[in-house]
């Protein structure tokens, strides 16, 4: 059966993915998203019996993390299986991993070993903590790494203790960061020849994604906290009440306010010395958030939000997912992609949110079954129909 290619921008990598979870198949999806050939590498289902994290392989999680792949079932710990994965790497561009940082070596697939079969070869991995230092044997988990790395010191509201963000956006980000990664080494790669070792962790993305939170303890010493739906800078930045619901609103700068003012007819706010600077806003946010909140009570949301984006100032819609994917600007952005699976018929995905005008991003296949492509996969590097029939009698594919 021929690949089924989703883009022609990097069709020409081929990428073998022993990835799990949700971090490394991040990573990969955006390569897979963009035509690389990507093999995912599984254990033969008799020596798995277990649902892993994020649930059964036909609900939407893992739906939606490993479109665009073939699957290749392999047991690594079998002379032959990796025997097998080793005639693999001798043409492959990139293997991305997120094992504990120790299983690769006992495995014999650490980047070393790999560069020994392909010095071309780049190696993307993702831990928790890094691959080395004191925490190297630590278990990493999400949840765990928005708490060590922060983010959930200064997300909910002040008094009410820490909050988790509502997706695992330490895994998300670690997965984008190695993606980035890989793809700059593959550029380099066009100049030295060479491949190399790109690595990241949920905790150091988790880190460098605090950004300007981070900063500001960096350079001034202040530490941030928790401030709820206001914007920690900006005031009055937020979510505020209106006669049927509630709406976020941005106002950030001085020209903002002042068309803020105008268009709720409020220059008594614009006049009131507690609020005429940015700084004085951020002083007095509680007060100013009630007076702001008694005028919006008059009129229902879709009125303020045209009114104040007429104006130039930001306001939207607090959707539900539902209500998101109804919305006609997140359809004319085509946000959510069908596509037929041979398991489960047509299903809808988040559609690829990096648009290139001339070798754009496709879902050109669902993901595929457990071992569906073993057999093409084995052909292609050289094994007969005996050799393969063999290793499937065997449990090594």
Known sequence: MPKITASSALSRFTVLDLTRVRSGPTCVRQLADF????????????????????????????????????????NLKDPDGLTIFKRLVENADVVVENYRP?????????????????????????????????????????????????????????????MRVGIPIADLCAGLLCSQGIMVALLERETSGEGQWVDTSLLGSQIFMLDFQASRWLM??????????????SIPTGVFETSDGAINIAVAGQVIWERFCNSLNAEDLNANPDYATAENRSKNRDSLGDEINKRLRQKDSATWINLFNEAGVPAGEINSIDQVFADRQVKHLGAATKVNSPALGEIELVSQSINLSRTPSTIAAAPPERGEHSDEVLESIGYDAGEIASFHARNVV
């Open 35 to 74: 035509g690389a050939d990507v093999i995912k590498v599984e254990l033969p289902e008799a020596l798995d019996q277990k649902e892993g994290l994020g649930g059964s392989r036909h609900g939407p999680d893992f739906q939606n993390l490993h479109r665009n792949k073939r699957s290749l079932t392999l």
């Open 102 to 162: 120790d299983v690769k070596n006992r495995l014999g697939i650490d980047y070393e070993s790999l560069r020994a079969i392909n010095p071309r070869v780049i190696l993307g991995s993702i831990s928790g903590f890094g691959q080395d230092g004191p925490y190297l044997d630590r278990p990493g988990f999400d949840q765990i790494a928005q708490g060590m790395g922060g983010l959930m010191s200064i997300t909910g509201e002040p008094g009410k203790g820490p």
């Open 220 to 233: 001034n010493q202040d530490v941030p906290q928790q401030a709820g739906n206001n914007h920690p800078t």
